[in-house]
């Protein structure tokens, strides 16, 4: 049984700074694209950004140039590293795995407000 756990999240104030880790439990992870969405309240699930097992990376639009998506395959870990946070990136984070099954981990919560 695949498991993902997140953490990192929390509250912060527009223009600061969080790093999600996303741990999954199980092997040969370093050949599964992982990634994360985003669901704000109210609002569907939309993806964030992912990487491939060899690395190649992908982000939507609205965090281009703000998030950093990267992974530890040592660890079984993929972090997104999110700088200068603005009230629309507040939402609940999902980490995901592709192994071609998608698992889910549970969401943390990120609140952008001052």
């Known amino acids: 049984q695949v498991q993902l756990v997140e953490s990192g999240g929390g509250l912060v104030q527009p223009g600061g700074s969080l790093r999600l880790s996303c741990a999954a439990s199980?092997?040969?992870?370093?050949?599964?694209?992982m990634g994360w969405y985003r669901q704000a309240p109210g609002k569907q699930r939309d993806l964030v950004a992912a990487?491939?097992?060899?690395?190649?990376?992908n982000y939507a639009d609205s965090v281009k140039g703000r998030f950093t998506i990267s992974r530890d395959n040592a660890k079984n870990t993929v972090y997104l590293q999110m700088n200068s946070l603005k009230p629309e990136d507040t939402g609940v984070y999902y980490c995901?795995?592709?192994?071609?099954?998608?698992?889910w981990g549970q969401g943390t919560q990120v609140t952008v407000s001052s």
């Open positions: 199980g092997s040969m992870f370093r050949i599964y694209t």
């Open positions: 995901y795995v592709d192994r071609p099954m998608r698992y």
């Open positions: 990487i491939s097992g060899p690395g190649a990376t």
